[in-house]
């Protein structure tokens, strides 16, 4: 269909697209030549008032670059109707800047158009359905998404410096975004997506799975190397996998997402894009969730707060504007903390889906996100605050079964030349007193010890006393008040591990540690009361997958 016939030009300079319906689109230039093939005529007629007597309605300087000369303009519903290069009118006070997006998508996806935090889209709902629908104006053979024109310029003042983002984030399929900065003729933005292996889960069942967050300044130590590491989050994922975490954080960034993430609509939501420095604080201190602005005009999500009185840090995702720089002023937006940017901010990649990606059994984190440490397997890793790589440990199990609950007793200690390692360590601090609190070995613990557990220690009277300890560190052993009053423990005494020692309170019982190398093991398993056994006895070994064992019951009686 001709231009002619779904434009109107009205004395007072507005250019109005006048059809409705699945009529077609133009380019800036087929507007600029309708206008001046108008403009060459004797006298105008029906609706499109240009003739040879009325000022020169536009001008070309380049096929994609268009200025509609004072008091022509096009209103953002016909803009929705152009494509191909920019328009600006107004004297320069107006510009709807060109937009191609190209690449490729792994099946039919709404691309969303983020302008000012905001979904861009000026007479509809951005969010759900804008204008452009699945795409407009395509061209398969160059691999063309999208050709549309967007308002960057009103009033005389750039909307956010021009800046847009174009993503794609359909739920089954892998995410993407492109930021560009748009001006006159065309911008470019780039989108691929492919089918999302490790997302195939519907959007149903992801709605129901029972995960939770801790938003915010978290201090975890999730390599267990005894010293904290910090990020903004601690993501729970109770009984469900690693994966189904990684589909869930997706489902909240999903296309028209309904849900929200750190105060935000989940589909705005990206992660941490900078690190901030600060010092001269007033009015403290700035409040998580809120959103900062900077003196250059910037704004930002405030992720995450290292408070340290009037000095520390700030974790965020910038909304609008450019980065932040060194010496500028930081207003809260519900606190009215303030304070002063010390050093250049350091910007962080983020990653298409915020929580990073999943190959199918493990989560390679994004900057920051943090998890619950006992949710966690070696093969995952994780960045914190300081894009540090944290390795979690190995932690690993060993298991004996086959066990009466109740009767069985159960002895799993370090195993020399088959038989109880039982100088493992020696004493190092003679033990005397009716209240001894700790026990200090010649050597450093090692680090497959378990978190908590029993070690046995050999008194003066020769007899290996069972002790329970809640916690290690260095040399030493923090245990339960025991009495030694009347049978000491002198120096170099024989000190073991004594991995399990316990009656069996089920058919089954285990231990946990951290995988460091393969450890010898010996099992020892005895029964004496109502079904008696023969002692049973046995080597083991725990790995880097754990071990097990099970007890054969030969009858005793």
């Given at each position: 269909?001709?231009?002619?016939?779904?434009?109107?030009?009205?004395?007072?300079?507005?250019?109005?697209?006048?059809?409705?319906?699945?009529?077609?689109?133009?380019?800036?230039?087929?507007?600029?030549?309708?206008?001046?093939?108008?403009?060459?005529?004797?006298?105008?007629?029906?609706?499109d008032?240009?003739?040879?007597?009325?000022?020169t309605?536009?001008?070309?300087?380049?096929?994609?670059?268009?200025?509609?000369?004072?008091?022509?303009?096009?209103?953002?519903?016909?803009?929705?109707?152009?494509?191909?290069g920019?328009?600006?009118?107004?004297?320069?006070?107006?510009l709807?800047?060109?937009?191609?997006?190209?690449?490729?998508?792994?099946?039919?996806?709404?691309?969303?158009?983020?302008?000012?935090?905001?979904?861009?889209?000026?007479?509809?709902?951005?969010?759900?359905?804008?204008?452009?629908?699945?795409?407009?104006?395509?061209?398969?053979?160059?691999?063309?998404?999208?050709?549309?024109?967007?308002?960057?310029?009103?009033?005389?003042?750039?909307?956010?410096?021009?800046?847009?983002?174009?993503?794609?984030?359909?739920?089954?399929?892998?995410?993407?975004?492109?930021?560009?900065?748009?001006?006159?003729?065309?911008?470019?933005?780039?989108?691929?997506?492919n089918?999302?292996?490790?997302?195939?889960?519907?959007?149903?069942?992801?709605?129901?799975?029972?995960?939770?967050?801790?938003?915010?300044?978290?201090?975890?130590?999730?390599?267990?190397?005894?010293?904290?590491?910090?990020?903004?989050?601690?993501?729970?994922?109770?009984?469900?996998?690693?994966?189904?975490?990684?589909?869930?954080?997706?489902?909240?960034?999903?296309?028209?997402?309904?849900?929200?993430?750190?105060?935000i609509?989940?589909?705005?939501?990206?992660?941490?894009?900078?690190?901030?420095?600060?010092?001269?604080?007033?009015?403290?201190?700035?409040?998580?969730?809120?959103?900062?602005?900077?003196?250059?005009?910037?704004?930002?999500?405030?992720?995450?707060?290292?408070?340290?009185?009037?000095?520390?840090?700030?974790?965020?995702?910038?909304?609008?504007?450019?980065?932040?720089?060194?010496?500028?002023?930081?207003?809260?937006?519900?606190?009215?903390?303030?304070?002063?940017?010390?050093?250049?901010?350091?910007?962080?990649?983020?990653?298409?889906?915020?929580?990073?990606?999943?190959?199918?059994?493990?989560?390679?984190?994004?900057?920051g996100?943090?998890?619950?440490?006992?949710?966690?397997?070696?093969?995952?890793?994780?960045?914190?605050?300081?894009?540090?790589?944290?390795?979690?440990?190995?932690?690993v199990?060993?298991?004996?079964?086959?066990?009466?609950?109740?009767?069985?007793?159960?002895?799993?200690?370090?195993?020399?030349?088959?038989?109880?390692e039982?100088?493992?360590?020696?004493?190092?601090?003679?033990?005397?007193?009716?209240?001894?609190?700790?026990?200090?070995?010649?050597?450093?613990?090692?680090?497959?010890?378990?978190?908590?557990?029993?070690?046995?220690?050999?008194?003066?009277?020769?007899?290996?006393?069972?002790?329970?300890?809640?916690?290690?560190?260095?040399?030493?052993?923090?245990?339960?008040?025991?009495?030694?009053?009347?049978?000491?423990?002198?120096?170099?005494?024989?000190?073991?591990?004594?991995?399990?020692?316990?009656?069996?309170?089920?058919?089954?019982?285990?231990?946990?540690?951290?995988?460091?190398?393969?450890?010898?093991l010996?099992?020892?398993?005895?029964?004496?009361?109502?079904?008696?056994?023969k002692?049973?006895?046995?080597?083991?070994?725990?790995?880097?997958?754990?071990?097990?064992?099970?007890?054969?019951?030969?009858?005793?009686?």
């Amino acid at each position: 269909m001709a231009i002619a016939d779904n434009f109107s030009v009205a004395t007072n300079g507005d250019i109005r697209y006048t059809s409705s319906g699945s009529n077609p689109n133009y380019t800036v230039l087929e507007l600029h030549r309708f206008l001046q093939d108008k403009a060459d005529d004797g006298s105008s007629s029906g609706d499109d008032l240009v003739d040879i007597t009325v000022d020169t309605p536009s001008d070309r300087s380049t096929d994609n670059i268009i200025t509609l000369l004072h008091p022509y303009n096009i209103d953002d519903a016909t803009a929705e109707k152009l494509y191909d290069g920019s328009i600006t009118q107004d004297n320069g006070d107006t510009l709807y800047s060109g937009l191609v997006v190209v690449g490729s998508l792994a099946s039919s996806t709404t691309l969303k158009i983020i302008q000012n935090n905001t979904f861009y889209d000026p007479l509809n709902n951005g969010k759900v359905i804008p204008f452009w629908g699945t795409g407009i104006n395509t061209d398969p053979a160059n691999n063309i998404l999208l050709r549309c024109l967007v308002k960057t310029r009103s009033g005389g003042n750039d909307i956010d410096g021009k800046r847009i983002r174009v993503q794609a984030r359909k739920l089954g399929d892998t995410y993407s975004e492109f930021s560009a900065t748009l001006d006159v003729g065309n911008a470019t933005a780039a989108i691929f997506t492919n089918s999302d292996l490790n997302n195939q889960s519907s959007s149903a069942t992801i709605s129901a799975f029972t995960i939770s967050n801790t938003e915010g300044f978290q201090e975890l130590d999730i390599d267990i190397d005894g010293s904290n590491e910090e990020y903004y989050s601690q993501w729970d994922r109770g009984y469900h996998t690693i994966n189904e975490l990684y589909e869930y954080c997706k489902y909240i960034q999903r296309g028209n997402s309904t849900e929200t993430i750190h105060g935000i609509d989940g589909e705005l939501f990206r992660g941490i894009t900078h690190e901030i420095n600060y010092t001269s604080e007033n009015n403290g201190p700035f409040q998580e969730d809120e959103v900062l602005t900077f003196s250059n005009g910037a704004t930002a999500l405030l992720l995450a707060l290292d408070d340290q009185g009037t000095t520390g840090k700030l974790y965020i995702q910038l909304l609008t504007g450019v980065t932040p720089l060194n010496t500028n002023t930081i207003t809260g937006g519900s606190s009215s903390a303030t304070a002063t940017i010390n050093g250049s901010p350091t910007t962080r990649s983020i990653s298409p889906v915020f929580i990073g990606n999943s190959t199918g059994s493990s989560i390679i984190g994004a900057c920051g996100i943090g998890i619950k440490k006992s949710t966690l397997t070696s093969s995952d890793q994780l960045f914190d605050l300081s894009n540090t790589l944290i390795a979690p440990p190995n932690i690993v199990t060993f298991t004996v079964s086959g066990l009466i609950s109740g009767e069985d007793r159960v002895l799993v200690a370090p195993e020399d030349n088959g038989v109880i390692e039982v100088d493992q360590f020696s004493l190092n601090t003679a033990l005397s007193s009716s209240t001894e609190t700790s026990v200090v070995i010649n050597t450093t613990i090692p680090s497959d010890t378990p978190a908590t557990g029993t070690i046995r220690l050999q008194t003066n009277s020769g007899v290996y006393k069972r002790l329970v300890y809640t916690s290690y560190s260095g040399s030493t052993f923090t245990i339960t008040s025991s009495d030694f009053s009347s049978d000491n423990a002198s120096t170099s005494n024989n000190v073991y591990i004594s991995y399990i020692d316990e009656l069996a309170n089920s058919t089954s019982v285990s231990f946990e540690s951290v995988y460091s190398s393969d450890r010898n093991l010996f099992i020892r398993v005895r029964d004496g009361g109502g079904s008696p056994i023969k002692t049973f006895e046995t080597p083991g070994t725990l790995g880097s997958a754990g071990g097990s064992t099970t007890a054969i019951r030969t009858s005793d009686v």
